[in-house]
């Protein structure tokens, strides 16, 4: 080998050791900076990893402070709103999105971007609330909270939502014409603030035992919420005493179990709109209550202050308006008033809004997120085991059935059919090969994104009625008849003459959320488009007493059927869930034995002449009958609390003897009943405790208090469960005119069904 020729090889095997290394260390180098800009955890990266915020041994409060003290004010301003902007100066955080909605399961919402992506394209879809309630089943109310914040948990695992949930929606159902009365429990805030209670330790787990919060909760919409129309300037007035008794109590519930966040209404309350009220955000919920967590203005309250209720005068005032009276994120509608316009930023120039003000607010927010583990390191980073699996999964999809069947309201079941005297069929008798013929009639025979009512996920399918009922009945006919709300496709003849040559008709009638959703009270509680016309056709011509479904979210006027005889059966199926059609089925066949109790009172429509919809009191003053089952005081088609079975259970007191409790005494007082199934079915039953208090319906007192309730599973025929109500002097308290509790001496009633027993409180 020849000098030169050694030489050029040597250079050779330099060059290229040289450009391997230099090859090396940029793709080491790339990949170094993608793993820092892509790892979604946050205090692993970099910038933020070795910083106080992201030391987990340190005082959640220190850790607070010292994340908000890396921020820019120009950062700090892009954080105030939904769709905070996220930091990039000093430290690292992405945007992040508050606004995620899981009312009856992880929904959908355009803001937030959660659904259409693998791995969650999908989410079990529960019952709608007002429905959910009538099972008066706390475990159910539990283990339907519990599912949705494990799915939205998963949600967030997978990297397609946040963790702060604006739910549940506790406001009472006011009046029959709201169209989000639906979305709450129902009208008795004891209801609400039990099922509110339930639903915040099911959505938010059990904090002190995991270390973490596993999704937030947030009660809406802070107060006295309960119509649509100009909901953006409307002035709620409201007496101390119906705040105290009726509007407070489900906020207050929300509070002692700790809820994460409230959102205010887009309302005032008495003069101050909601967002503003520093009376109710500061001294009532913070310092009253004790509420540590962050308080959200509903999406664009922040410019209804301003050009809605006119509360303000400027920009810069309403800025500092909402912020000193307490809360912490605006969410925006339409572009965000803090930050899309710049009002913030002005405010804060202009001297009116101060820097401490945005510290303090931020502060709130992220204490939340950091009690969520959203900034945790990998290592300790919260319920990594609920990953995407769990959404839609076969046991969710299993209790979301189980919701919907005890959701269901039987309210009426009288066939007087020969061979079938009452509910539930039998579906061999409409076998192939019997004379016997089953029809279904009306709009919503085969109904199924009505069934999800509002604030829904997207389930991977829904079941409709005409599917599982046909599955019973091969040789099922139907006929739609009209559609729920048009004049358009009317059939009403073709209808007529299937009910003329049909054995057994059933209706299924009812509304949607076209008719009563956000934004849409209703004038009246009639069935709409042609469905009264053709429920007169098809009863005039049924040879038979027909079945009736009603698939609605509020009441339907049900006065003109209730008494009919060729109506044999009424049963509220509310939007009951993605299962909808299968529940439906097996009440109708007895797979179920329904055991659903309305949460709402049932007018007839002249109800809505006697009460003004923007009237919020209570108690029947200015002419009208009063509002609810506490204070209506005339007949309503159905009472709160109604709802029959296929079987019967009667009720008898331990002890025939009537009762005396101290004002003073310490220890609460059982009282026991016994429940008998004295019917020929197993069945479920939930057990309503009532107290009338002396004056009942006078001088301001309720007619009558639901203070507990219970809910039995599978009692047998002839079977018999014991079951106490316990009697605490708190039982005994009514608000006053301002707005105290205060103990009514006297003789007060328990009543549970049809008993009543004397309680003398002294
Ligand atoms: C609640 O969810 C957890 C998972 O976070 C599960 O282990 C538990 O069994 C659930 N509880 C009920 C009552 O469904
Ligand atoms: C708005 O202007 C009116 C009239 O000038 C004044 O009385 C009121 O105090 C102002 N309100 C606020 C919040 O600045
Ligand atoms: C019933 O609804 C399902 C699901 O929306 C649809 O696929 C089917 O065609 C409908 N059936 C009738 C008879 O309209
Ligand atoms: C009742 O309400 C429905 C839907 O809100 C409406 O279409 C209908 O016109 C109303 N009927 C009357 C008599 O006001």
């Known amino acids: 080998m020849t000098r030169k020729k050694l030489f050029i090889k040597l250079s050779i095997a330099v060059v290229a050791i040289i450009a391997v290394t230099v090859i090396v260390v940029v793709v080491v180098l790339v990949r170094r900076r993608n793993s820092e800009s892509e790892n979604s955890i946050i205090c692993e990266r970099l910038e933020n990893s070795a910083l106080p915020f992201c030391d987990s041994s340190l005082p959640i409060d220190e850790r607070v402070h010292d994340l908000i003290n890396h921020l820019t004010l120009e950062e700090k301003i892009g954080l105030m709103v939904d769709k905070a902007t996220g930091a990039s100066e000093n430290i690292k955080l992405d945007p992040y999105f508050w606004w995620n909605e899981a009312l009856h399961g992880v929904a959908w919402n355009r803001n937030a971007g959660t659904f259409f992506r693998p791995p969650t394209e999908y989410s079990t879809v529960f019952p709608q609330i007002i429905s959910l309630a009538a099972s008066f089943d706390r475990e159910l109310f539990f283990r339907m909270a519990n599912a949705t914040g494990n799915e939205a948990r998963a949600f967030y695992n997978a ?30 805030p004891y209801l609400n603030a039990e099922y509110a209670r339930i ?52 906020f207050k519930a929300c509070v002692e179990n700790h809820v994460t966040s409230i959102m205010t209404a887009y309302s005032a309350i008495n003069g101050i709109p909601a967002a503003a009220n520093k009376y109710y955000i500061t001294d009532v919920i913070r310092g009253q209550w004790g509420f540590d967590g962050y308080i959200v203005s509903d999406c664009g309250g922040v410019n209804d202050v301003l050009y809605e209720h006119k509360y303000t005068n400027s920009t810069s005032e309403t800025c500092r308006a909402v912020l000193n009276a307490g809360m912490d994120v605006e969410c925006g509608l339409y572009g965000s008033f803090f930050s899309d316009d710049g009002f913030l930023r002005e405010a804060i120039n202009d001297g009116t809004v101060t820097e401490a003000m945005l510290d303090t607010a931020l502060s709130r927010g992220f204490r939340v997120l950091m009690r969520l583990g959203h900034f945790e390191k990998d290592a300790t980073s919260p319920f990594k085991e609920l990953q995407p699996e769990i959404v839609n999964s076969e046991p969710h999809r299993l209790l979301s059935l189980e919701c919907a069947r005890r959701s269901i309201v039987l309210l009426k079941n009288d066939l007087s059919v020969p061979g079938i005297s009452r509910l539930p069929l039998n579906y061999q008798d409409f076998s192939a090969y019997s004379d016997a013929s089953m029809a279904l009639i009306g709009p919503h025979l085969n109904a199924s994104t009505v069934f999800l009512g509002n604030y829904h996920g997207i389930p991977s399918s829904i079941k409709t009625p005409l599917n599982e009922i046909r599955a ?95 109506v044999g059966a009424i049963i509220w199926a509310g939007y009951i869930g993605q299962s909808g ?135 047998l025929p002839t079977q018999t469960r014991e079951i106490h109500v316990c009697l605490s002097p708190s039982m005994f308290q009514l608000a006053n005119e301002n707005g105290d509790f205060e103990v009514v001496l006297g003789e007060w009633y328990l009543m549970v069904g049809d008993l009543t027993k004397r309680v003398v409180l002294t």
């Open 159 to 188: 990297g397609n939502s946040g963790l702060t949930f604006w739910s549940p929606n506790v406001n009472i159902f006011r009046d029959p014409r709201w169209g989000r009365g639906q979305e709450t429990p129902g009208e008795d």
């Open 199 to 250: 639903f915040v330790d099911g959505l938010q787990g059990d904090e002190k035992q995991a270390g973490f919060l596993k999704v937030s909760a947030c009660c809406k919409h802070f107060a006295a919420h309960s119509l649509e129309e100009n909901r953006h300037s409307f002035d709620a007035v409201v007496t101390e005493q119906d705040m105290a008794d009726t509007y407070l109590p489900a």
């Open 472 to 566: 019973n009945v091969p040789n099922l006919k139907w006929e739609f008849g009209c559609e729920t709300d048009s004049f358009e496709n009317v059939r009403l003849d073709e209808a007529e003459e299937m009910a003329r040559t049909s054995s057994q008709v059933i209706l299924f009638v009812g509304i949607s959320t076209e008719i009563e959703g956000e934004y849409g009270d209703r004038s009246n509680i009639s069935l709409t488009g042609m469905q009264s016309e053709l429920i007169d056709r098809v009863l005039a011509a049924a040879q038979n007493p027909v079945i009736m479904f009603v698939i609605s979210g509020g009441v339907i006027d049900l006065s003109p059927y209730k008494n009919d005889p060729r």
């Open 581 to 715: 059609g299968e529940a439906i089925a097996d009440v109708l066949f007895g797979r179920y034995n329904p055991s659903g109790r309305l949460t709402q009172t049932f007018y007839d429509n002249s109800y809505l002449g006697k009460v003004i919809k923007q009237d919020m009191n209570m108690r029947p003053v200015n002419g009208s009958p009063g509002r609810t089952y506490r204070f209506y005081n005339e007949e309503p088609v159905y009472g709160f609390g109604f709802g029959l079975s296929y079987t019967t259970f009667l009720y008898t007191f331990l002890s025939n003897d009537d009762v005396q409790i101290s004002q003073f005494a310490s220890e609460c007082t059982n009282v026991g009943l016994i429940v008998e199934n004295v019917g020929q079915r197993a069945g479920d039953h939930s057990v309503l405790w009532f107290m009338v208090p002396p004056n009942a319906g006078r001088i301001g007192h309720p007619i009558k208090i639901l203070r507990e309730f219970e809910k039995l599973h599978d009692i």
